[in-house]
């Protein structure tokens, strides 16, 4: 009778692939009348990438903050509001990036 050699895994066990990070953002779209004419709020870059470039102000969402106050904390760092008086008007639009 032919003894049959133990099966040995050559291979070490492979680490369970952690699920990718995830980051979420708010950009701003901010339209005012100025003179009766139509304008939209921009911010110049100041960091890489795209250094100089204008662009919608916006920022990563901090941890345990909603939609609403992540809007309301970028748009008064950007344009120096000081205290929240009124909250603005907002709509949500979530955009899954694809398949």
Do not use: N
């Not at 911010?43 to 909603?66: C, N, S, T, V």
């Amino acid at each position: 009778m032919t003894r049959t050699p133990p099966i040995v895994d050559a291979c070490p066990p492979r680490p369970r692939a952690s699920a990718p990070a995830i980051h979420v953002a708010v950009d701003l779209i901010v339209l005012t009348l100025r003179d009766g004419a139509l304008s939209v709020s921009l911010i110049q870059r100041h960091d890489e990438p795209h250094k100089g470039a204008w662009a919608l102000p916006g920022g990563f969402i901090e941890y345990g903050e909603d939609l609403d106050g992540a809007a309301y904390r970028v748009l008064s760092d950007e344009a120096s509001l000081g205290e929240r008086r009124r909250a603005p008007r907002a709509g949500a639009h979530v955009r899954h990036p694809g398949p």
